[in-house]
């Protein structure tokens, strides 16, 4: 099991918010800050199994906008192994 932590920014949060919501996946949004200019970010939690990483990698990559200023990047994704889950 893994968990995708993604951090997006604002605009793009309802457009992966849908995508990986219809396609199944459980996701946890919370509003954050951060970066250099302190921007309005969005940070989606989500486990999944091994074999749904990738799937879940090409919905968020194909839901977000490009980026404003030629240089900049549309997000930060960590994948991140899972040695226990507990769901209560």
Known sequence: MKLIIA???D???????HALTDAGFR?????STGGFLRRG????LAG??????DPALKL???S???PVEPGHHRGTVFVVNV??????
């Open 83 to 88: 040695n226990r889950y507990i769901h209560f």
């Open 7 to 9: 951090i997006l920014p």
């Open 27 to 31: 996701i946890t949004r919370i509003a």
């Open 48 to 53: 999944v199994e091994d074999e749904q990483v």
């Open 64 to 66: 977000c906008s490009s």
């Open 11 to 17: 605009a793009d949060s309802d457009n992966v918010s």
């Open 60 to 62: 968020i990559r194909e």
């Open 41 to 44: 970010n969005t940070t989606f």
